[in-house]
T-cell receptor
Framework: RKEVEQDPGPFNVPEGATVAFNCTYS??????FFWYRQDCRKEPKLLMS???SGNEDGRFTAQLNRASQYISLLIRDSKLSDSATYLC???????????FGSGTQLTVLP | NAGVTQTPKFQVLKTGQSMTLQCAQD?????MYWYRQDPGMGLRLIYY???????DKGEVPNGYNVSRLNKREFSLRLESAAPSQTSVYFC????????????FGPGTRLTVL
């Protein structure tokens, strides 16, 4: 079983739609959680950290469920510019290294 | 500020050739990382350096060596390239803060024939 698993998609949604991605992780001792965004042929960039209480940044909402070991990302009112691959990232245990999911591809259609 | 820079951007090697990938940062971060990214595999950690003078193996270190030349620079060397090392290589640095965000360079696309 992979340490971090994501549905690879692709998710194709119309502009203005709401779309949600889920991610599961296997190490119950994981400490830190993130969503990164990666545009085609570019480097990953931090989209948002995921806090235990859940957090929101504009149109983006991240949730963490430690009991079920999953993380979610909700994007409301999708824009064309949201088209990218979204990477779920976990810091396992006390180690500082990041473990990346393989990503979920999103295409927002006009 | 350039952030994290990598050279070269593209490289084609023949099996058995050697090369060094360079990474430099001007963010004054202590920790630096080398990842490879393959289709459907996500990013996998090759080596990392928690601070100047230290290096440690990651998930996939075989076939690679690293040098933390100083606080700014962290290089990755392929001594004898193999087709299985065809990949996109990313260097990253870390803030060291509680929620250890990593900042990535633009990547090096390597093809080994």
């Amino acid at each position: 079983r992979k340490e971090v698993e994501q549905d690879p998609g692709p998710f194709n949604v119309p502009e203005g739609a709401t779309v949600a991605f889920n991610c599961t992780y296997s190490n119950s001792a994981s400490q830190s959680f993130f969503w990164y965004r990666q545009d085609c042929r570019k480097e990953p960039k931090l989209l948002m950290s995921v806090y235990s209480s859940g957090n929101e940044d504009g149109r983006f909402t991240a949730q963490l469920n430690r009991a079920s070991q999953y993380i979610s990302l909700l994007i409301r009112d999708s824009k064309l510019s949201d088209s990218a691959t979204y990477l779920c990232v976990v810091t396992p245990g006390s180690a500082r290294q990041l473990t990346f999911g393989s990503g979920t591809q999103l295409t927002v259609l006009p | 500020n350039a952030g994290v820079t990598q050279t070269p951007k593209f490289q084609v090697l023949k099996t058995g050739q050697s090369m060094t990938l360079q990474c430099a940062q001007d963010m004054n971060h202590n920790s630096m990382y080398w990842y490879r990214q393959d289709p459907g595999m996500g990013l996998r950690l090759i080596y990392y350096s928690a601070s100047e003078g230290t290096t440690d193996k990651g998930e996939v270190p075989n076939g690679y060596n690293v040098s933390r030349l100083n606080k700014r620079e962290f290089s990755l060397r392929l001594e004898s390239a193999a087709p299985s090392q065809t990949s996109v290589y990313f260097c990253a640095t870390e803030t060291g803060a509680l929620y250890n965000e990593q900042f990535f360079g633009p990547g090096t696309r390597l093809t080994v024939l």
